[in-house]
């Protein structure tokens, strides 16, 4: 009889465990929108979504001393393991994969990556999802409160809010810095990399 109550009281709280989303579980990731991404799996990347062609969500492991992600725009990357889960907030949550990489033109290599599974599957700044998947599992980013705080007229507290120039310098140089690496590389030409420049310096 005891343990037909423990079965009673347990048992729906296993079922509600095992749906709880995102969630790491069996080595298969589940992101909040239900998308799995497992060993075997191979996962097709997009763009690059900074202006220099860069992941924002996708970063290697500091093992491969390299920053140059954007060598990986329009590869597949097969999973080999996943591993370092870590999840308190859709912006802060991560997963480190690992895998071989077949770039555009067909060559393959060795990658190790630490990736922010909810973001990369997002459309952000209406630019298109850093990882390709299906519709159906997209998360979306809620912009009520954006949009809302646009409209309220600017006051001495949200000015305060506000980026400071001197960051926002720095960013664009750190961008600048990205174009020019990319038009060294040969991957963009010198048209190319002074009109994205002109555009940086614009904003």
């Known amino acids: 009889m005891k343990s037909i109550i423990f079965l009673a009281f347990f048992c729906p709280l296993l079922s509600v465990a095992q749906t709880t989303l995102p969630r790491f579980d069996n080595d298969t990731l589940y992101t909040s929108g239900g998308y799995p991404i497992y060993k075997g799996q191979t996962l097709q990347l997009a763009n690059g979504t900074s202006a220099a062609g860069y992941f924002r969500f996708i970063k290697f492991h500091t093992n491969m ?120 590389a040969g991957a963009l030409t010198l048209d190319e990399y002074e009109a994205r420049k002109k555009k940086l310096l614009e904003q």
Do not use: H, W
Not at 102 to 127: H, P, Q, S, W
Not at 132 to 155: S, Y
């Open 65 to 184: 001393a390299r920053t140059d992600t954007y060598i990986l725009q329009n590869s597949s990357i097969e999973v080999d393991k996943l591993k370092a889960y870590k999840y308190s907030s859709p912006d802060n949550n991560s997963i480190r994969i690992s895998g071989t990489a077949t770039y555009k033109d067909g060559k393959k290599a060795d990658v190790d990556f630490i990736m922010n599974f909810e973001r990369v599957i997002e459309a952000i700044d209406g630019l298109a999802a850093e990882l390709t998947v299906p519709e159906e599992f997209r998360t979306k980013r809620q912009t009520v409160v954006a949009t809302a705080v646009k409209k309220q007229p600017a006051t001495s507290e949200t000015k305060k809010q506000a980026v400071p120039d001197e960051f926002k310098k720095l960013l664009v140089a750190d961008e600048i810095k990205k174009l020019f690496d990319l038009y060294k």
